[in-house]
């Protein structure tokens, strides 16, 4: 079993909305069959994008994988690389991408109770979005202690993914 076997469908990090907001298109990528696919494409600059969570994701596996975009055929997050090349054994790994999904999930419990509960946006736009909302102090102690509480669980959630899958 390979890498991308044994860790990418316990994962869906580099789809869901949690690493990327969105995904551009490249250079012979067909905007028109990939639009049929199901992804909404968007301008963004000079190029086209579609934004994350991804339409074509099923929370474990890519829909339209033989005929994904060429981003998507090329990246492999830094784990991943990891494990390919033996440098870290794919049950660590796994622990990492655990770990990971549980502090998502900290970070949706708390942006629910802050009132964020569109979940057709990327984490980090639901976050930013959050965070620039005035802080309810007819709510009392625990309301007005939620912003902390997300600011620490989305900075503990950055500091895995910047050192566990962006590097
Ligand atoms: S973030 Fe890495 S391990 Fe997770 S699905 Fe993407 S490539 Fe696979
Ligand atoms: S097209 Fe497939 S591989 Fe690319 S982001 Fe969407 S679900 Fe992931």
Do not use: W
């Not at 109770?113 to 976050?127: F, I």
């Amino acid at each position: 079993m390979n890498g991308i076997d044994q860790l990418c469908p316990k994962c869906g990090l580099c789809c869901n909305g949690v690493l990327f907001a969105d995904v551009e298109l490249r250079k012979g990528d067909d905007a028109q069959r990939l639009a049929e696919l199901g992804l909404s494409l968007e301008k963004k600059g000079h190029k086209k994008a579609f934004a994350q969570p991804c339409a074509c994701f099923d929370r474990t596996l890519c829909r339209i994988y033989s005929e994904r975009p060429k981003r998507c055929r090329t990246f492999e997050c830094g784990l991943l690389k990891r494990v390919q090349s033996g440098e870290l054994d794919a049950d660590a790994a796994l622990k990492l991408i655990a770990q990971a999904k549980r502090q998502v999930e900290k970070v949706c419990k708390l942006l629910r109770h802050v009132g964020s509960d569109d979940e057709r946006l990327a984490l980090s736009q639901r976050y930013r979005r959050a965070m620039g909302e005035p802080v309810d102090l007819s709510g009392g102690k625990a309301s007005v202690e939620l912003p902390g509480k997300l600011m620490t669980a989305y900075r503990d959630l950055m500091q895995t993914l910047q050192g566990g899958f962006l590097t």
